[in-house]
């Protein structure tokens, strides 16, 4: 049988591994979540602003037919 300071450095180096793994996966997904969210707020600002374009154009337009 393995004497126990062996076996519990042994573990102690395997938990360290599995904590390290955890936290780069942790990390991982952070980036990942992080990047998905700027998309989407990217996105959503260029629609906004799309749309601010087209009734900007649609009231000018009515502005113009009212003044006639």
């Known amino acids: 049988e393995k004497p126990l300071s062996t076996y519990l450095l042994k573990n ?3 938990f ?3 904590r390290e ?3 780069s996966s942790k990390r991982k997904a952070t980036d990942h979540i992080q990047g ?3 998309k989407i707020i990217s996105r959503f600002v260029t629609e906004t602003l799309e749309a601010k374009r087209q009734w900007t154009n649609i009231f000018n337009v ?3 037919k009212k003044n006639c």
């Open 21 to 23: 793994n955890l936290e």
């Open 62 to 64: 009515l502005k113009e």
């Open 36 to 38: 998905l969210l700027n």
């Open 12 to 14: 102690a180096s395997n």
């Open 16 to 18: 360290q591994k599995q």
